[in-house]
């Protein structure tokens, strides 16, 4: 129930942004989930519309983008998106290593009625 809980804090932190700015009713959410977090999209979706019963959040529309692990070339530092399979730099073809981003699940926007 590992997941269940990650999504219960953002539905939380997602319901007091919005009682902070006095919504009546939040319209749509979007979140970012890294393609590395360890999440799956549908079982997100599953619990945030368990969890978006009788609150502000009921009815709104959730937007879920999905954001690509970045590799850091070893040569030259540049930063790219990791493609199938392919490690390689886009600029001087040395080999990237995995950087932190891809592993990311959060709030990117929220759009309320008030
Ligand atoms: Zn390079």
Known sequence: MHEYH???GVVKQILERAKSS???KITSVTLV???LSGLQEESIRIYF???AKKNLLEGAKLIIKPAKSK??????GVIFEHEKSNFNCPKCSGLGVLTNSGK???IDNIEIDS
């Open 6 to 8: 990650i999504v219960e």
């Open 104 to 106: 990311e699940f959060y």
């Open 71 to 76: 590799l850091k070339c070893k040569d030259c």
């Open 33 to 35: 989930l890294g393609e």
């Open 22 to 24: 006095n919504a009546k």
């Open 49 to 51: 519309d368990n969890l």
